[in-house]
Protein backbone atom coordinates (compact mmCIF):
# COMPACT_ATOMS: atom_id res chain seq x y z
CA UNK A 1 0.00 0.00 0.00
CA UNK A 2 1.38 2.94 -1.68
CA UNK A 3 1.14 6.56 0.99
CA UNK A 4 1.39 9.63 -1.24
CA UNK A 5 3.14 12.82 0.73
CA UNK A 6 -0.10 15.00 0.32
CA UNK A 7 -1.73 11.94 1.51
CA UNK A 8 0.46 11.51 4.63
CA UNK A 9 0.58 15.42 5.35
CA UNK A 10 -3.39 15.50 5.34
CA UNK A 11 -3.50 12.44 7.68
CA UNK A 12 -0.74 14.16 10.06
CA UNK A 13 -2.82 16.99 10.35
CA UNK A 14 -5.93 15.16 10.82
CA UNK A 15 -4.47 13.10 13.94
CA UNK A 16 -3.03 16.17 15.45
CA UNK A 17 -6.28 17.54 15.39
CA UNK A 18 -7.64 14.42 16.61
CA UNK A 19 -4.99 14.50 19.89
CA UNK A 20 -6.09 18.31 20.51
CA UNK A 21 -9.52 17.21 20.59
CA UNK A 22 -9.00 14.24 23.06
CA UNK A 23 -7.22 16.57 25.21
CA UNK A 24 -9.84 18.60 26.17
CA UNK A 25 -11.41 18.69 29.62
CA UNK A 26 -14.47 17.20 28.29
CA UNK A 27 -12.80 13.91 25.99
CA UNK A 28 -11.34 12.87 29.32
CA UNK A 29 -14.25 10.22 29.89
CA UNK A 30 -13.35 9.20 26.50
CA UNK A 31 -11.24 6.56 24.74
CA UNK A 32 -9.66 7.50 21.43
CA UNK A 33 -8.21 4.39 19.76
CA UNK A 34 -6.18 3.50 16.52
CA UNK A 35 -6.54 -0.12 16.05
CA UNK A 36 -5.51 -2.83 14.03
CA UNK A 37 -8.16 -6.25 13.60
CA UNK A 38 -6.86 -9.39 14.13
CA UNK A 39 -6.69 -11.08 10.78
CA UNK A 40 -8.61 -14.02 11.55
CA UNK A 41 -11.02 -16.18 9.27
CA UNK A 42 -13.03 -19.03 10.30
CA UNK A 43 -15.34 -17.13 13.00
CA UNK A 44 -18.89 -17.16 12.89
CA UNK A 45 -18.02 -19.01 9.42
CA UNK A 46 -20.94 -21.93 8.93
CA UNK A 47 -19.54 -22.65 5.27
CA UNK A 48 -23.18 -21.91 4.24
CA UNK A 49 -23.84 -17.84 3.05
CA UNK A 50 -26.99 -15.65 4.20
CA UNK A 51 -28.97 -14.64 1.07
CA UNK A 52 -31.12 -10.95 1.65
CA UNK A 53 -32.94 -9.15 -1.15
CA UNK A 54 -34.04 -5.35 -0.44
CA UNK A 55 -31.65 -2.78 1.68
CA UNK A 56 -27.83 -3.67 2.24
CA UNK A 57 -28.32 -5.44 5.36
CA UNK A 58 -28.12 -3.52 8.64
CA UNK A 59 -27.89 -0.43 7.04
CA UNK A 60 -30.05 0.93 8.43
CA UNK A 61 -33.47 0.57 5.68
CA UNK A 62 -35.30 -2.22 5.17
CA UNK A 63 -33.91 -6.07 3.77
CA UNK A 64 -35.68 -9.41 4.23
CA UNK A 65 -33.65 -12.36 4.73
CA UNK A 66 -34.22 -15.51 2.06
CA UNK A 67 -33.67 -18.82 3.72
CA UNK A 68 -30.96 -20.78 2.76
CA UNK A 69 -31.67 -23.84 5.33
CA UNK A 70 -34.74 -25.13 4.41
CA UNK A 71 -34.96 -28.93 5.65
CA UNK A 72 -33.34 -31.24 8.05
CA UNK A 73 -31.02 -32.15 5.07
CA UNK A 74 -29.45 -28.45 4.63
CA UNK A 75 -28.46 -29.23 8.44
CA UNK A 76 -25.69 -31.56 6.55
CA UNK A 77 -24.69 -27.92 4.88
CA UNK A 78 -23.96 -26.26 8.10
CA UNK A 79 -20.25 -26.85 8.93
CA UNK A 80 -18.33 -25.22 11.62
CA UNK A 81 -15.28 -23.34 10.01
CA UNK A 82 -12.04 -24.04 11.68
CA UNK A 83 -10.03 -20.49 12.97
CA UNK A 84 -7.00 -19.52 11.04
CA UNK A 85 -4.72 -16.73 11.74
CA UNK A 86 -2.58 -14.55 9.48
CA UNK A 87 -0.31 -13.41 11.94
CA UNK A 88 2.24 -12.03 8.98
CA UNK A 89 -0.33 -10.10 7.33
CA UNK A 90 -1.78 -8.63 10.80
CA UNK A 91 1.79 -7.74 11.87
CA UNK A 92 2.55 -6.13 8.59
CA UNK A 93 -0.73 -4.01 9.05
CA UNK A 94 0.79 -2.96 12.75
CA UNK A 95 3.58 -1.72 11.31
CA UNK A 96 2.09 -0.07 8.43
CA UNK A 97 0.20 2.38 10.82
CA UNK A 98 3.03 2.76 13.01
CA UNK A 99 5.00 4.15 10.69
CA UNK A 100 1.99 6.20 9.02
CA UNK A 101 0.98 7.69 12.23
CA UNK A 102 4.57 8.50 13.53
CA UNK A 103 3.83 8.04 17.68
CA UNK A 104 0.72 10.46 17.04
CA UNK A 105 -1.48 8.02 18.40
CA UNK A 106 -0.95 4.51 19.84
CA UNK A 107 -1.52 1.45 17.65
CA UNK A 108 -3.49 -1.14 19.39
CA UNK A 109 -4.08 -5.03 17.96
CA UNK A 110 -7.96 -6.05 18.55
CA UNK A 111 -8.76 -10.12 18.02
CA UNK A 112 -12.43 -11.60 18.79
CA UNK A 113 -14.31 -9.65 20.58
CA UNK A 114 -16.61 -11.28 23.34
CA UNK A 115 -20.28 -11.73 21.67
CA UNK A 116 -22.64 -14.54 22.10
CA UNK A 117 -25.59 -14.08 19.22
CA UNK A 118 -26.79 -17.04 17.93
CA UNK A 119 -30.19 -16.47 17.13
CA UNK A 120 -29.15 -13.53 15.12
CA UNK A 121 -26.82 -15.81 13.18
CA UNK A 122 -29.90 -18.86 12.65
CA UNK A 123 -31.99 -15.89 11.82
CA UNK A 124 -29.66 -14.93 9.00
CA UNK A 125 -29.87 -18.77 7.60
CA UNK A 126 -33.43 -19.75 8.14
CA UNK A 127 -35.11 -16.43 8.25
CA UNK A 128 -37.13 -14.74 10.81
CA UNK A 129 -40.58 -15.63 10.18
CA UNK A 130 -39.77 -19.37 9.41
CA UNK A 131 -37.48 -19.44 12.98
CA UNK A 132 -40.75 -18.47 14.54
CA UNK A 133 -43.06 -20.91 13.16
CA UNK A 134 -40.08 -23.52 13.62
CA UNK A 135 -40.64 -23.11 17.72
CA UNK A 136 -44.35 -24.61 17.37
CA UNK A 137 -43.70 -26.16 14.40
CA UNK A 138 -41.03 -28.36 14.57
CA UNK A 139 -39.04 -27.66 17.71
CA UNK A 140 -37.08 -31.04 16.89
CA UNK A 141 -35.52 -29.47 14.01
CA UNK A 142 -35.22 -25.91 15.71
CA UNK A 143 -33.37 -27.18 18.19
CA UNK A 144 -31.02 -29.54 15.74
CA UNK A 145 -29.55 -26.14 14.06
CA UNK A 146 -29.55 -24.11 16.81
CA UNK A 147 -27.28 -26.77 18.84
CA UNK A 148 -24.86 -26.85 15.75
CA UNK A 149 -24.58 -22.97 16.22
CA UNK A 150 -23.83 -23.26 20.03
CA UNK A 151 -21.35 -25.85 19.35
CA UNK A 152 -19.32 -23.73 16.71
CA UNK A 153 -19.57 -20.76 19.72
CA UNK A 154 -17.92 -23.14 22.12
CA UNK A 155 -15.09 -24.70 19.62
CA UNK A 156 -14.34 -21.15 18.45
CA UNK A 157 -13.95 -19.09 21.70
CA UNK A 158 -12.02 -21.98 23.19
CA UNK A 159 -9.71 -21.91 20.46
CA UNK A 160 -9.36 -18.52 19.94
CA UNK A 161 -8.55 -18.57 23.86
CA UNK A 162 -5.11 -21.12 23.21
CA UNK A 163 -4.42 -18.65 20.14
CA UNK A 164 -4.19 -15.48 22.24
CA UNK A 165 -7.18 -14.08 19.65
CA UNK A 166 -9.56 -12.76 22.09
CA UNK A 167 -9.72 -8.93 22.53
CA UNK A 168 -8.21 -7.30 25.64
CA UNK A 169 -11.65 -6.20 28.03
CA UNK A 170 -10.57 -2.29 27.21
CA UNK A 171 -11.74 -3.06 23.72
CA UNK A 172 -15.31 -4.74 25.05
CA UNK A 173 -18.58 -2.95 24.59
CA UNK A 174 -19.44 -3.63 28.50
CA UNK A 175 -16.65 -3.74 31.07
CA UNK A 176 -16.74 -4.40 34.98
CA UNK A 177 -14.36 -3.27 37.34
CA UNK A 178 -14.10 -6.45 39.42
CA UNK A 179 -13.52 -8.33 37.07
CA UNK A 180 -9.73 -8.62 37.41
CA UNK A 181 -8.31 -12.01 37.73
CA UNK A 182 -5.26 -13.43 38.49
CA UNK A 183 -2.84 -13.37 35.41
CA UNK A 184 -4.71 -11.13 33.53
CA UNK A 185 -2.51 -9.44 31.03
CA UNK A 186 -3.29 -8.12 27.44
CA UNK A 187 -0.93 -10.46 25.82
CA UNK A 188 -2.97 -13.39 27.62
CA UNK A 189 -6.68 -12.54 27.69
CA UNK A 190 -8.75 -15.66 28.56
CA UNK A 191 -12.91 -15.81 28.59
CA UNK A 192 -12.80 -15.51 32.29
CA UNK A 193 -11.24 -12.38 31.62
CA UNK A 194 -13.75 -10.67 29.97
CA UNK A 195 -17.98 -9.43 30.28
CA UNK A 196 -19.43 -11.29 27.43
CA UNK A 197 -22.58 -9.32 25.50
CA UNK A 198 -25.61 -12.15 24.74
CA UNK A 199 -28.67 -10.64 22.88
CA UNK A 200 -31.88 -12.51 21.19
CA UNK A 201 -33.55 -9.29 19.69
CA UNK A 202 -34.93 -11.89 16.86
CA UNK A 203 -37.27 -13.17 20.29
CA UNK A 204 -38.63 -9.83 21.18
CA UNK A 205 -42.48 -11.26 20.50
CA UNK A 206 -41.92 -14.86 22.35
CA UNK A 207 -43.03 -15.67 25.64
CA UNK A 208 -40.23 -16.05 28.53
CA UNK A 209 -41.10 -19.82 28.96
CA UNK A 210 -40.38 -20.07 24.35
CA UNK A 211 -37.30 -17.41 24.97
CA UNK A 212 -36.05 -19.89 27.64
CA UNK A 213 -36.16 -23.26 25.93
CA UNK A 214 -34.91 -22.50 22.97
CA UNK A 215 -32.48 -19.51 23.50
CA UNK A 216 -31.45 -19.16 27.12
CA UNK A 217 -30.53 -23.04 27.56
CA UNK A 218 -27.93 -22.96 24.95
CA UNK A 219 -26.34 -19.70 25.49
CA UNK A 220 -26.09 -20.59 29.10
CA UNK A 221 -23.63 -23.08 29.42
CA UNK A 222 -21.40 -20.60 26.90
CA UNK A 223 -21.80 -17.19 29.06
CA UNK A 224 -20.48 -19.49 32.20
CA UNK A 225 -17.18 -19.94 30.02
CA UNK A 226 -16.79 -16.57 30.53
CA UNK A 227 -16.11 -14.26 33.51
CA UNK A 228 -19.19 -12.05 33.41
CA UNK A 229 -21.77 -11.49 31.30
CA UNK A 230 -24.58 -8.94 30.13
CA UNK A 231 -27.88 -9.72 28.30
CA UNK A 232 -29.92 -8.25 25.91
CA UNK A 233 -29.66 -5.55 23.38
CA UNK A 234 -32.90 -3.61 21.70
CA UNK A 235 -35.27 -6.68 22.29
CA UNK A 236 -37.85 -6.40 25.04
CA UNK A 237 -36.75 -8.54 28.44
CA UNK A 238 -39.84 -7.82 30.05
CA UNK A 239 -40.49 -10.59 33.08
CA UNK A 240 -37.98 -12.71 30.77
CA UNK A 241 -35.61 -13.44 34.10
CA UNK A 242 -32.50 -14.51 32.75
CA UNK A 243 -30.02 -15.90 35.95
Known amino acids: MSISRHDRQIIEELVSRVNEIAGMPE ?28 ARPYSGA ?21 LEYDSEATL ?3 DM ?13 CGIRAGLHLMQDWNSLRGPEQTLIDMAGD ?16 RWYIKAEKMNLLSPPTFEMYQAKDLATAGNTPENVRMRDLMVWVDAQELTAV ?14 PLAEMFGLATYGCCEDLTDKAVD
Not at 28 to 48: E, L
Not at 62 to 82: G, K, Q, Y
Not at 139 to 154: H, M, N, Q, T
Open 62 to 82: SFAIDPVINDRSDLDRLNIAD
Open 92 to 94: GEV
Open 97 to 109: FQELLNDLLPVKL
Open 207 to 220: SPAVHKTFCIDYEK
Open 27 to 54: QQARKDRWHVKKRIRGFRDWGVKPKTHG
Open 139 to 154: PVFFRAGISIIAEGYR
